[in-house]
């Protein structure tokens, strides 16, 4: 099958969609890649045979849910939590150049740091009970129990001894994991409502 | 009702719902794997510069081996969320062609 130019075919002839710009990236106008999702070469075919599955939806007027909906406050505690553990890296972590050597020293471990990684573990156990009430959320879940193994594992090494900026990398993928589940409980129905809009 | 229409549109719905998630999906395995392989070289010479200690050095890159794991769970609710925008915007487009055929509003 032939793919459109993004903003045209028959999406964009049937529902007058439009292109809409964002800052470095044009989320609404993208296409799929279809036969990434195995439809092969009759989509048609695939799809009627698809639909007596969907009839039951169809008949009830809902829809189909694979993913927990957003959550306001999750997102905001892990934009909070991210914004605290930058702050504290800022201040204990040291600054290497690119050979791997100290240009600015950090600080070691004390009682100062030891409460941030407790706050921080804190921080992360009230969102996972929240997370934790709700259906269809099993990958936020593991992800947040694993955050709270990276503050361990942070601190761990910074018993040890210096912390760098690298030494928080895990961590800091992790975080970025959670931010992106956010995100794309955020971007849930975006075409839609862009081909909502465009009428 | 023409089915075939029908059908053609619900794809082409689909097709837009799915791809808002498929661009992120992309950009996002390609940076985090760039990233955790740059991130395990500079710890290397860290510990090269005497910076941080061997011990430090397995509890770090074992931090970035966990980090790994929690990709594969963020990518997996993207294709979740992939699959329920296609399904949807594709039950929208049938909805309102069984609308337009009844000539009233049954959903």
């Avoid at chain 1, 942070?154 to 900026?165: D, F, Q, V």
């Avoid at chain 2, 053609?8 to 985090?32: C, R």
């Avoid at chain 2, 929208?92 to 509003?105: E, Q, S, T, Y």
């Amino acid at each position: 099958m032939n793919e459109p130019a993004p903003g045209t075919g028959i999406a964009a002839a049937h529902f007058g969609l439009v292109r809409v710009s964002e800052p470095g990236q044009d989320r609404r106008s993208a296409t799929f890649p279809v036969k990434a999702i195995n439809l092969g070469s009759r989509p048609i075919a695939a799809w009627r045979s698809v639909l007596p599955l969907l009839l039951p939806f169809i008949l009830c007027g809902c829809s189909v849910l694979f993913v927990s909906p957003y959550d306001e406050l999750t997102d905001r505690s892990a934009n909070e939590l991210i914004a605290r553990t930058e702050t504290f890296l800022g201040r204990y972590a040291a600054r290497t150049d690119e050979t791997g050597k100290i240009v600015t020293s950090g600080k070691p471990y004390d009682s100062e740091a030891a409460a941030f990684y407790n706050e921080a573990r804190g921080a992360v156990a009230a969102m996972l009970l929240r997370s934790e009430q709700k259906a269809k959320n099993e990958e936020e879940i593991e992800i947040l129990k694993d955050l709270s193994g990276q503050y361990d594992r942070l601190e761990a090494s910074h018993r040890l001894g210096t912390i760098t900026k690298n030494s928080a990398a895990g961590l800091h993928r992790t975080l970025r994991a959670l931010a992106h589940v956010q995100l794309t409980k955020k971007h849930i129905g975006t075409a839609k409502a862009a081909t909502a809009t465009s009428h | 009702m023409n089915i075939e229409d029908t059908v053609e549109k619900m794809l082409a719905a689909a097709e837009q719902a799915a791809g808002v998630h498929w661009q992120d999906m992309k950009g996002y395995l390609a940076n985090e794997f760039a990233r955790a392989k740059e991130e395990a070289a500079a710890i290397a010479l860290e510990v090269a510069q005497g910076t941080k200690t061997p011990a430090q050095a397995k509890i770090e890159i074992e931090a970035i081996e966990a980090s790994l794991r929690d990709i594969k769970l963020a990518l997996s609710v993207e294709a979740k969320a992939a699959a329920q925008d296609a399904i949807n915007a594709a039950l929208d487009v049938l909805r309102a062609a069984i609308n337009d055929a009844a000539k009233v509003p049954i959903f």
